[in-house]
């Protein structure tokens, strides 16, 4: 149906034209004072890249460990390890060096914080066992490892819920019921 395209004022006016429709009382004003039209995306949206993109790509094919710290913490006000990479190489281009050498220099920066959050994790656990207090939680968790301790209540809900012991009692009860039942041939 070509001929019913555009907004809700043209087609208004076709019908009215056409005498398909009587004319609404709403038609004169909105003439005089026609709703605000917004540009439409010529064809296909093109995706929004950043200049740092590149190398956040080239930080996750060196770490692929790495890719899960993005998802969990996307709305955490540290950027992610990827893109703290991905800016530095573009902060050390600016400064004259080259592509190759900013991008090791970014990888040895990340290894050595990396390597000293783990030093300084294990240096309070030491203190704390020092101190006979229980350990603290890992500041520097895995994601992996956050995603298992959100879903640990839920796995260990399956054994006191007193509901959920209910559905296992009846299961049990019809499998013997089979069991039983199902022994003559």
């Known amino acids: ?35 605000a039209t917004f540009p439409r995306a010529a064809g296909k949206i093109q995706t929004i890249t950043l200049p740092e993109d590149v190398y956040v790509k080239k930080f996750y094919k060196k770490y692929p460990e790495s890719k899960y710290h993005d998802p969990i913490k996307f709305c955490a006000f540290d950027p992610p ?11 050390l281009k600016e400064q004259g060096v080259s592509e ?6 970014a990888d040895m920066e990340y290894l ?11 240096r ?11 350990l603290p939680p890992n500041p520097y ?27 296992v009692k009846q299961q049990k009860a019809e ?4 069991f039983r039942g199902g022994g003559d041939w």
């Open 175 to 178: 499998s013997m019921e089979r």
């Open 112 to 122: 050595t914080e990396k390597k000293a959050k783990k030093k300084a994790y294990t």
């Open 81 to 91: 390890p990827s893109r703290v990479f991905a800016l530095r190489v573009l902060e």
């Open 100 to 105: 190759e050498q900013a991008m090791a220099i």
């Open 141 to 167: 968790p895995s994601a992996i490892k956050e995603i298992q301790a959100e879903e640990r209540k839920y796995v260990r809900d399956r054994f006191f819920n007193p509901k959920i012991l209910e559905i």
């Open 1 to 35: 149906m070509s001929f019913m395209r555009g907004d809700l004022l043209s087609r208004t006016r076709k019908l009215v034209k056409g005498l398909a429709k009587a004319q609404p009382v709403w038609l004169k004003a909105m003439e005089q004072a026609p709703p």
């Open 124 to 134: 309070l656990k030491e203190i704390a066992r020092l101190q006979g207090k229980r």
